[in-house]
């Protein structure tokens, strides 16, 4: 079936640090492809998403691209905040389901001062 | 502003008892779903709902109950027969139910103990 992929966590950056959080997938059709953020006891926001090959999706400094040679929707930042961290969840809606979604485990972005 | 309301934040459960989670919605959308969040790890669906009067299981619906008769609204009721029920429980919604591009929105989610 389809699933999604993302590289453990946690991720420890200092501030100012350039941020990369791989996710991969495999599916079938043409997904749309999604990144979450959610913050501690909070539930979970959409931060950017790309419907397309070549889509860039962009949000708060966060950019992705999705990338269908290499399957993949790596998530980038330029210079990481402390306000940053928290957990990153990737997500395709899969078209073998009705386009429900389908999450990757997430990952803890920590951000150190 | 729309958006989606889940109610309590934090809930209390007693062996043998069941409990129910409020989750209200006013962005008018089809589709409601309720995860499982437990410690570290990802979302796990346990029901969703595409139209108002029906409802499908997810991958954990076991110990688990839904119904959906107004369209703002998706209640959960976690049963005695879940054994396990100390988890975070998130509520979303997402319209039009099949479209591939469109993101689901979600509630603040409720936290689940055991007494």
């Known amino acids: 079936g389809n699933s999604v992929t993302q590289m453990e966590g946690p991720v420890t950056l200092s501030e100012e640090a350039f941020l990369t959080i791989n996710c991969t997938y495999t599916?079938?059709?043409?997904?749309?492809l999604f990144w979450y953020v959610q913050y501690p006891g909070e539930g979970l926001q959409l931060l950017l998403k790309?419907?397309?090959a070549d889509d860039k999706g962009s949000n708060k400094g966060f950019e992705a691209t999705y990338r269908k040679e290499t399957t993949s929707f790596h998530l980038e930042k330029g210079s990481v905040q402390v306000s940053d961290s928290a957990v990153y969840f990737c997500?395709?809606?899969?078209?073998?389901?009705?386009?429900?979604?389908?999450w990757g485990a997430g990952t803890k972005l920590i951000i150190k001062p | 502003d729309g958006g989606i309301t889940q109610s309590p934040k934090y809930l209390f459960r007693k062996e043998g008892q069941n409990v129910t989670l409020s989750c209200e919605q006013n962005?008018?959308?089809?589709?409601m779903y309720w995860y499982r969040q437990d410690p570290g790890q990802g979302l796990r669906l346990i029901y969703y709902?595409?139209?108002?009067?029906?409802?499908q299981k997810g991958d954990i619906a076991e110990g688990y109950s839904v119904s959906r008769e107004k369209k703002e609204s998706f209640p959960l009721t976690v049963t005695s027969a879940q054994k396990n029920p100390t988890a975070f429980y998130l509520c979303a919604s997402r319209h039009p139910p099949g479209a591939s591009n469109q993101p689901q929105h979600f509630g603040d989610g409720t936290r689940l103990s055991i007494l």
């Open positions: 709902s595409q139209i108002v009067n029906d409802f």
């Open positions: 599916a079938t059709g043409y997904p749309s």
């Open positions: 997500a395709l809606s899969d078209p073998d389901s009705n386009y429900q979604l389908i």
């Open positions: 962005l008018n959308h089809d589709a």
């Open positions: 790309a419907t397309k």
